[in-house]
């Protein structure tokens, strides 16, 4: 029998399907045990129970968003757990003892630097600020440049330096002090600051370039004199005629009158002044207004040095203690200078002539061949052009000259090692630059700082060294020769003494300056009375801290006698020679060596002039 399927296809009906209801009931009762004995699949679950009832999730109203609540749980509970753990680290890294890490000791050369700088403040003239930090200096020659009467000077001269132990204000020799710091600033503005001694040192120059600027007309462009010298030296008029160097008194008791001596034909003294500001110009970049006004005062300058030709010494108080010997060095040193100031390209076009630096004696050495002093700025001037050549490289048509005071640095490097016989030596291993002359120290000093820096100069145009003759050395060996001049200066001597006054166990204590040798006790002595002071044999009542001496003689001997000057007398430009040595040699490898860029921030892009074609061939 068949029957409809209601999903389309035929039944059949067998005779089963005839049984009783009880039977069939019986059939279903066990079908249902035999399909409850294995699990359904979620596909029968769904077709046999249906649906299953979810469970509703519970929400969190936080106002602007709607989360689940486990998730509010679950971040809060984690921001909770990460609070606690910081804290509990940042209360373990309070209470357990720390062992700090202290910055290495100043190393010797650092110390020194540090007491070489405090000379200047000691020869301070004019009214002095309350930081000097020299107990026994006061307010001194606050009348310099009133006095005088034809009014062919300039009336307000006060303030500036005294040169040495007396109480003159030697203008050439000051400006040659100024151009040093300002060079050793430039290139090692780093080590200064790492020393601590930055703001220092640009106060010390900017204190002798204000005076400067006192010194001619500096907001002209044209000028027909300047003034030379403050005080006078000259003993030959006896006690009727007190000055600076018959007198014995200190600066703040002078009551005699101060001459001023000017020049309107003084090239090399004009020269020199102009690399003084010229080269301040560059440490004080960053303060525009006072750069631009130093750059103003370098051109005048020179435009005077220029124009009107001829030595600030010749018949002048001043050749009998700063004569000098031409003015053409200053020329290729101050052109020098005023082209890193200015990147104007004709100064370099006349510190580079060929006939100038023949003139300056480029080409024909001698005996002071090499040797960097107040006089004679050759040598200096030729390390800076080769500076230049290392790392502008200008090329035609300065390449030819450059390349030679290339080479001629070179040799000037070679004749400093002690292989060669340029200079002796003393049997302690001061080098004889003056050829046993005495106050030798001033020359070491430049020495040693030109050494160091030419050093660094290859080291940063990454040269291990340089050619003497044959023979290849590396630049360790300049640094070694600096770090020997200077240990000797410090103290490594056969007399084991410093020379550098404060420094060490041992040092000069009757050094030759009046400041130092008379107490300050409210008591004015005169221009002889201090004469118990000068002829004493006990050491300074004041400690004149970082002055260097003159020092020893050719056989490493000292005299520690305050009448005798070649030994105990200090100097601005032996100082600021020493200060540049001791920056250069301190600090340690961390500390960047040479600043390349600075001495070259006013210099444009240099595009160098093609050279001229060669001749038209003829056959």
């Known amino acids: 029998m068949y029957g409809r399927d209601p999903w389309g296809g035929p039944l059949e009906i067998n005779n089963a399907d005839s049984a009783t209801d009880d039977d069939r009931s019986r059939n279903l009762n066990d079908f249902d045990k035999a399909a409850l004995s294995r699990p359904l699949d979620e596909t029968q679950q769904s077709w046999l129970l249906g649906p299953g009832e979810q469970k509703k999730k519970k929400y969190v109203d936080l106002g602007c968003i709607i989360v689940s609540r486990k998730i509010f749980v679950w971040t809060v509970g984690l921001i909770l757990a990460a609070g606690f753990i910081a804290g509990f680290v940042t209360l373990i890294v309070k209470t357990v003892p720390r062992h700090h890490k202290h910055p290495p000791p100043p190393d010797n050369y650092t110390i020194a630097l540090g007491k070489a700088l405090r000379f200047f403040n000691a020869q301070k003239s004019g009214r002095l600020p309350k930081h000097n930090n020299v107990s026994w200096r006061g307010n001194s020659c606050l009348n310099d440049g009133k006095g005088d009467k034809s009014g062919a000077v300039l009336k307000d001269l006060v303030g500036g330096y005294y040169d040495a132990g007396d109480a003159i204000k030697f203008h050439f020799p000051k400006a040659f002090a100024m151009t040093m710091l300002s060079w050793s600033v430039i290139e090692y503005s780093a080590k200064y600051e790492a020393a601590g001694e930055l703001n220092h040192v640009k106060e010390i120059i900017k204190w002798g370039t204000d005076y400067f600027l006192k010194t001619f007309n500096n907001t002209a462009d044209s000028i027909s004199q300047i003034v030379a010298q403050v005080g006078k030296g000259d003993t ?219 050093s660094d100069y290859l080291d940063a145009a990454d040269t291990p060294g340089w050619y003497c003759g044959p023979n290849f050395y590396s630049t360790n060996e300049l640094r070694k020769f600096a770090q020997t001049q200077i240990d000797y200066i410090l103290g490594d001597n056969p007399r084991k003494m410093s020379y550098l006054v404060g420094y060490g166990k041992r040092y000069p204590k009757q050094v030759h300056h009046r400041g130092a040798s008379i107490p300050k006790n409210r008591v004015k002595y005169s221009c002889t009375g201090g004469y118990k002071y000068r002829d004493a044999k006990k050491p300074n009542p004041n400690t004149i801290v970082g002055a260097m001496v003159a020092g020893p003689d050719r056989h490493d001997g000292f005299h520690d006698v305050r009448t005798n000057y070649n030994y105990t007398e200090p100097t601005l430009a032996g100082n600021a020679g020493l200060v540049a040595a001791l920056v250069a040699l301190s600090g340690d490898s961390t500390v960047a060596k040479i600043d390349k860029n600075t001495i070259f921030s006013a210099v444009p892009p240099m595009f160098p002039t093609p050279p001229p074609p060669p001749a038209p061939w003829k056959p």
């Open 236 to 454: 030959s008029g006896g006690e009727s005629d007190p000055n600076d160097h018959s007198c014995w008194m200190r600066p703040e008791d002078i009551d005699y009158e101060r001459p001023v001596t000017e020049c309107s034909s003084c090239s090399d003294l004009a020269a020199e002044m102009a690399a003084a500001l010229a080269s301040a110009s560059i440490v004080f970049k960053d303060n525009k207004a006072y750069s631009k006004k130093l750059v103003h005062g370098a051109a005048t300058l020179w435009k005077f040095a220029r124009d009107q030709r001829g030595s600030y010494s010749t018949g002048a108080d001043a050749a009998t203690f700063y004569n000098s010997s031409m003015y053409w060095d200053e020329f290729v040193w101050g052109g020098t200078w005023m082209y890193y100031a200015t990147g104007n390209q004709s100064y370099l076009y006349l510190a580079s002539h060929p006939t100038l630096a023949k003139h300056a004696g480029a080409f024909w050495g001698g005996p002071d061949y090499g040797v960097l002093s107040w006089d004679n700025k050759l040598t200096g001037a030729q390390v800076l052009l080769t500076r230049l050549r290392l790392f502008l490289s200008p090329g035609y048509p300065y390449e030819q000259i450059l390349q030679t005071f290339h080479n001629q640095t070179s040799i000037i490097m070679c004749s400093y090692l002690p292989y060669f016989s340029s200079f002796n030596r003393t049997k302690g291993g001061l080098i004889q630059l003056n050829h046993g002359r005495p106050q030798p120290l001033q020359y070491v000093v430049n020495a040693a700082f030109l050494a160091t820096l030419y």
